[in-house]
């Protein structure tokens, strides 16, 4: 009756039964898990991590690439890559002045 909104609404509802979720969610356990071997300098670009996926026939994964930019970045280069990865983002709406100092534009 709601649509796409609806469906949107349904899955809040059915988060048991959502496979992408459970999927996405053992991912970030298995990187987690993963990040605690070296969480300062990370396991670097080579590294890969096997996690649960209930959407394949063999229901584990391996893989070095995630869904999520930030486990990433923590995963491949620990805190000190993620620290200078959000350090060096420019976002739209942000603009440094000559002196250095941060401006919101509005």
């Not at 796409?4 to 809040?12: C, E, N, P, T």
């Not at 459970?22 to 991590?49: H, K, T, V, W």
Request: one cysteine or more; hydrophobic letters at 40%.
């Amino acid at each position: 009756a709601f649509g796409l909104l609806g469906d949107r609404l349904a899955i809040w509802r059915n988060l048991d039964q959502d496979k992408s979720l459970a999927g996405r969610l053992s991912e970030a356990e298995a990187i987690f898990d993963s990040i605690r071997q070296n969480p300062l300098l990370g396991l670097g670009l080579g590294c890969e991590y096997t996690f649960y996926s209930p959407d394949l026939a063999g229901n584990y994964m391996t893989w070095e690439y995630t869904h999520n930019s930030y486990l990433y970045y923590l995963l491949k280069s620990g805190i000190l890559g993620l620290v200078a990865f959000l350090g060096g983002r420019t976002e739209p709406g942000y603009r440094r002045e000559s002196c250095g100092a941060l401006l919101l534009v509005t």
